[in-house]
């Protein structure tokens, strides 16, 4: 399985990405350093379990939104299951 990204490495944005920066959730995401919170994960993948579905910076995003959102891991969980 390929690893997912909540954005694609991209220069060009898709629709989708326009019309998301203007929602409620697009706005914080805008100012979120996601590139360089991802930079003080550790580069090293567990040699344990299965590989992650999302990028580093996937998984921060997704750590903000559960506290914005106010779920809990299990909910989140459910909320992004779609996304295998």
Known sequence: MSQMYLFYPSSVQSNW?????TTPLGKPRAVLPLSDLANLLPDKESPCGAKGW????????????ESYVGVSDASLIELTSFLK
């Not at 990405?17 to 920066?21: A, D, S």
């Open 17 to 21: 990405e326009l019309i998301f920066k």
């Open 54 to 65: 999302f990028s580093r910076e996937g998984i921060i995003a997704l750590m903000f939104l």
